[in-house]
């Protein structure tokens, strides 16, 4: 019943073993020096401005977010605007009629009404 899996448990078993073996190894032949420049943090060549334990403002986080989320959008109108013309082509030919339309302008009126809100809220306000 389960002999079709076996190749994969054989496999699963195989790159675990391997990257175990390779841990190991690098662990037991890899050199040991331990300087203080080695220890150091390295971050572009550049040397450390101020505490690693420095707090980002939480209004940081809401404009990534944002970001983030007009940035998705765009990824789900650029192939919807792209093919259209064959998406906008009547039901009988193939297309989805004016449903392709509307579903997109749905999406895009969802997407306003947020951006309305937090424009409102102050959300994109730095003061």
Known sequence: MLTPYVPLLILFVVA????????????????RKPSPVKVQTYESGMT???????????????????????????????????RFRQLAAP?????????????MGIFLGVLVIGFIHVWRAGALEWD
């Open 16 to 31: 675990t073993g391997f990257g175990l073996a390779i841990l190991g190894l690098s662990n037991v032949i890899g050199p």
């Open 48 to 82: 450390a401005l101020g505490p690693a334990g420095q707090h980002v403002p939480i209004r940081f986080y809401l404009v990534a977010t944002l970001f983030i989320l007009f940035d998705i959008e765009v990824i789900y109108l650029y192939p919807w605007a792209v």
């Open 91 to 103: 039901v009988a030919e193939g297309g989805l009629g004016y449903g392709a339309l509307a579903g």
